[in-house]
């Protein structure tokens, strides 16, 4: 799509390696859904430089966080027990 694009496109990912890489970082940690931690999109950005560094044990929860307490608006207090929905 982007070589279609009669403007310019901005890939966050390709943003953020390059500001990483200027900055000196070595690694980046990547939080996100499920989707985006597993996909290829921060590694295919400039190369893998930095080195992107994935959640194990905590992807399932953040995932879980993200899609239903941000997305959902299901926000679950300790014991998980609701605190607040919609």
């Not at 400039?46 to 299901?74: C, K, S, T, W, Y």
Request: hydrophobic letters at 35%; glycine letters at 8%; charged letters at 35%.
């Amino acid at each position: 799509m982007e070589p279609r694009s009669p403007l310019p496109w901005l890939h966050i990912a390709e943003v953020v390696a390059a500001e990483a890489g200027a900055r000196g970082f070595r690694r980046l940690g990547l939080t996100g859904t499920r989707w985006l931690v597993d996909s290829e999109v921060y590694p295919k950005a400039r190369g893998a430089r930095p080195e992107h560094v994935r959640p194990a044990r905590e992807r399932d929860e953040i995932n879980r966080i993200i899609m239903d307490e941000l997305v959902q608006r299901r926000v679950q207090a300790r014991g998980g027990r609701p605190c607040f929905s919609r």
